[in-house]
């Protein structure tokens, strides 16, 4: 049996995007027969909002989609460089503070642009719904389907996986 490949979502506040992206993608693991093999955690580079839930404008976009959004937040911390394979960052302010926090440059390999993934959606970052209005969930929502599921198909077809 080895080891389940552990995949960390990180945003700002850990309330909206990053849960979003751990929820989506659990769902299309679990969909995928793999939820012993992939693990999915999130967290928020701020600690805004520590313990809370998720924000009740991305819970109402994900349950239009049939995703539940479950999960408390917390603050992300360089112990996750070793307990995660791979850290998806949001956007690249996301990207740049927790790279900041890898003092000895030595988890570089293990960050990348959650977008980078998407196979329709051309964005670069998935952006900030959080001062914003409804369309912005739901845009948050869709981009992170089509990022999720990029994702799931590189993770599968990865030597790292398939050894
Ligand atoms: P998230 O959204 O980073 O996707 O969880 C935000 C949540 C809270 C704040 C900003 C973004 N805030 O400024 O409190």
Redesign the pocket.
Known sequence: MTKPYRLLFV?????????SAENIMQHLIAEAGLSDRILCDSA?T?S??VGSSP?RR?RAAASQRGITLQGS?RQFTTADFEAFDLILA?DED?YRNILAMDRHDRYGDKVRLMCDYAEHFRDRE?P????GGPDGFNY?IDLLMDACQGLLTQIQQSAEFTA
């Open positions: 945003c700002l506040g850990n309330i909206c995007r990053s849960p928020g701020s805004y909002h924000d991305m937040a949001m996301n998935v900030d719904p959080y001062y948050v």
